[in-house]
T-cell receptor, first 112, second 116 residues
Framework: AQSVTQLGSHVSVSEGALVLLRCNYS??????LFWYVQYPNQGLQLLLK??????LVKGINGFEAEFKKSETSFHLTKPSAHMSDAAEYFC??????????FGAGTRLTVKP | GAVVSQHPSRVICKSGTSVKIECRSL??????MFWYRQFPKQSLMLMAT?????????EQGVEKDKFLINHASLTLSTLTVTSAHPEDSSFYIC????????????FGEGSWLTVV
């Protein structure tokens, strides 16, 4: 079974500041890990994913995440926040059967 | 990325009626599709996994007779909410597994259901 814990339901940063959204996972099999972004009243857009190989994964919009097996973490970062980054972010994990389990979500607010 | 489309994006129905939501993979064949439900300001809850040509697998606590899922083709899955009640009002999102892209899962735009 897989599960995800996102630390911090709400993160607020200033424009231009570092964005760090935390995600820890639990999985009985080698996990596939994902970050999705959701804008109000919309579906989910894939930011990035980790399956195998390089543990530092680069995604769209300048986001990246690093898979750390020893820490069971997959934190999402962006060096410089932009106003358009304000949204809800979901970390997700899937196993062999691809049923994806989501974290509770983190709402990112970007202050001017 | 691959495109998954949901229709309708918003629907209002009367209590006691049934409503169908469609999920289509527009540019790939999806042997597996997933249906989620999302309450306001909450995360997505997996309702069921839908495999083409077979019965859907429902998560614990999801009423399969109330939420009918059909995956009749490799590009279409439907969710029918039967005898809808106001508490069924929610945001329903489907997703589809894209085999040719490392099994990446792509999501539809979601469908808002309001039962009055």
């Amino acid at each position: 079974a897989q599960s995800v814990t996102q630390l911090g339901s709400h993160v607020s940063v200033s424009e231009g500041a570092l964005v760090l959204l935390r995600c820890n996972y639990s999985s009985s099999v080698p996990p596939y890990l994902f970050w999705y972004v959701q804008y109000p009243n919309q579906g989910l857009q894939l930011l990035l994913k980790y399956t195998t190989g390089a543990t530092l994964v680069k995604g769209i919009n300048g986001f990246e995440a690093e898979f750390k097996k020893s820490e069971t973490s997959f934190h999402l970062t962006k060096p410089s926040a932009h106003m358009s980054d304000a949204a809800e972010y979901f970390c997700a994990v899937s196993g062999n059967n691809n049923d994806m389990r989501f974290g509770a979500g983190t709402r990112l607010t970007v202050k001017p | 990325g691959a495109v998954v489309s949901q229709h309708p994006s918003r629907v209002i129905c009367k209590s006691g009626t049934s409503v169908k939501i469609e999920c289509r993979s527009l540019d790939f064949q999806a042997t597996t599709m997933f249906w989620y439900r999302q309450f306001p300001k909450q995360s997505l809850m997996l309702m069921a996994t839908s495999n083409e040509g077979s019965k859907a697998t429902y998560e614990q606590g999801v009423e399969k007779d109330k939420f009918l899922i059909n995956h009749a083709s490799l590009t279409l899955s439907t969710l029918t909410v039967t005898s809808a009640h106001p508490e069924d009002s929610s945001f329903y999102i489907c997703s589809a597994r894209y085999p040719s892209s490392g099994n990446t899962i792509y999501f539809g735009e979601g469908s808002w259901l309001t039962v009055v």
